[in-house]
C-alpha cells in the first residue's frame, strides 16, 4: 500500500477526508494521518474524530488539522525486536511507525501482523523431491497447489505476517519457476533474492553464499513445510536462553504394542505394558547466530544438522521450541495428500 493513500495534509478539509477515507482498501481500520507540509505526522483521522466534529458544528470545510488526535499512538523505527502485544492490549488496529522527523516509514496492520522481528530469512528450495515424483517431473516441490497457492508461497506468506520482509530463496531443480513466481518479491511488499546452488549443497551450505546477512539472527527453514508456527515465539526463545540456535521441534510419539522390561542383565527389575515415548524431533525451521554461518563450508555440502552437531560438541548452546499447531512435512505422496485434506478446512 502506498502511505500516500492514508496520509492527507492539516490544511485539507473533513470534505476531503471522508471521501478519502471511503477510498482506503486492504487496511483493517479506517485512519488517516495528518501530516505537516515537510512530512511531519502530527495526528491520526478516524470517522469517529470527523463524527464528533460534525455534532459540534456541520462544519465540513473545516481543515482536518484542528479535529485530529495528536494523543495518536506510534513507534519509532529501530532495527530491534519490537514487541506488539502492549498495542494490541489497547484495541489498537494500525501502528505507524515513523523515523526520527517523525515522518511516516511504514505502518503495521495488527490484524494482519503476528510480530515484526528482527530476521532475515532463507527458505530451502533447492531439492529434486524424487518421493513424489511423476508430479516433481516437471514441476518443483515447492511449487505444488497447496489450495489456491503453492506450498512454497503458504510460508512465504505466514513470514511476511511476522514482519520478515528479506527472503532468499536457495534454488537448483527447476528453480526458474519460483524465479519467475515471485519475482523480486515487490508484488508481496518484500525483497526476495535467490540463491544458485551448482551442486547440491544440503540444508545449510546455501547460507554461505550470501555476502552478508544484515540482521544479527537469520531463520532457514524448509520449503516443502505445511505449518502455523508461531516464529515468534521461536525467537524468543532463542533470546531468552542467550542460545546460539534455536530450532522448531514437533513431538513424534512411538506406542509399544508390547511390554518392556527394564533390566539388570538377565534379572527384570520392572516392567511397562505397551507404553508409549513422546519425542521433540526435528521440524525443519531454525533460528540461528548469523556469526554460525562463517563455520560452513564455501560451495560444499553441509546439512543444517552437521552445524548443530559441531555446536553442541564445542560447547555452543543450542535450544528448542515446539511448535503448538500443525505442522506437515511434505515428503511423501500421503504427506502431500494430507496437506491437501488439511488445508480445506484453513481459513
Known amino acids: 500500500m502506498e502511505l500516500s493513500h492514508i496520509q492527507i495534509s492539516e490544511n485539507r478539509d473533513i470534505y476531503y477526508a471522508l471521501n478519502k477515507l471511503n477510498a482506503i482498501r486492504d487496511v483493517s481500520r479506517l485512519i488517516l494521518f495528518v501530516c505537516e507540509e515537510d512530512g511531519k505526522v502530527i495526528g491520526s483521522l478516524t470517522d469517529g474524530d470527523i463524527r464528533r466534529s460534525l455534532s459540534q458544528d456541520a462544519d465540513i470545510h473545516k481543515p482536518v488539522g484542528v479535529i485530529c488526535n495528536r494523543n495518536f499512538v506510534f513507534e519509532y523505527e529501530k532495527e530491534e525486536f519490537l514487541d506488539l502485544k502492549p498495542f494490541r492490549n489497547t484495541n ?17 496492520d495488527l490484524e494482519k501482523t503476528n510480530a515484526v522481528l528482527p530476521l532475515e530469512c532463507m527458505i530451502m528450495a533447492g531439492g529434486r523431491g524424487k518421493r513424489l515424483s511423476p508430479l516433481t517431473d516437471t ?95 521461536l525467537y524468543l526463545e532463542l533470546i531468552k536462553n542467550n542460545a546460539d540456535m534455536a530450532v522448531a521441534s514437533t513431538e513424534y510419539k512411538v506406542d509399544v504394542p508390547f511390554a518392556v522390561f527394564e533390566t539388570k542383565e538377565e534379572q527384570v527389575l520392572d516392567f ?14 531454525y533460528i540461528l547466530n548469523k556469526k554460525l554461518i562463517d563455520n560452513i563450508p564455501k560451495n560444499k555440502f553441509h546439512d543444517i544438522t552437521d552445524l548443530m552437531d559441531n555446536l553442541v560438541k564445542n560447547g555452543g548452546k543450542l535450544v528448542h521450541s515446539p511448535i503448538i499447531g500443525f505442522w506437515i512435512d511434505i515428503g511423501k505422496p500421503t504427506d502431500y495428500k494430507q496437506a491437501q485434506e488439511f488445508v480445506k478446512h484453513i481459513h
Do not use: C
Not at 511397562?272 to 525451521?285: R, T
Open 272 to 285: 511397562k505394558e505397551k507404553p508409549s515415548y513422546v519425542y521433540h524431533s526435528n521440524a525443519g525451521i
Open 92 to 108: 489498537i488496529k494500525i501502528l505507524p511507525i515513523l523515523d526520527k522527523q517523525k515522518k511516516m516509514v511504514r505502518i503495521i
Open 139 to 233: 514441476v518443483p516441490k515447492p511449487m505444488l497447489p497447496l489450495g489456491s497457492k503453492p506450498i512454497i508461497e503458504h510460508n512465504i506468506d505466514r513470514l511476511i505476517a511476522f514482519g520478515i520482509k528479506k527472503i532468499y530463496i536457495s534454488v537448483k531443480y527447476l528453480g526458474e519457476q519460483i524465479q519467475e513466481y515471485f519475482g523480486d518479491g515487490s508484488q508481496k511488499g518484500i525483497s526476495i533474492e535467490y540463491i544458485w546452488e551448482d551442486q547440491f549443497l544440503g540444508t545449510a551450505g546455501a547460507l554461505a553464499l550470501v555476502d552478508e546477512f544484515k540482521s544479527d539472527h537469520v531463520l532457514l527453514m524448509n520449503s516443502d513445510l505445511f505449518t502455523n508456527v508461531d516464529f515468534e515465539d
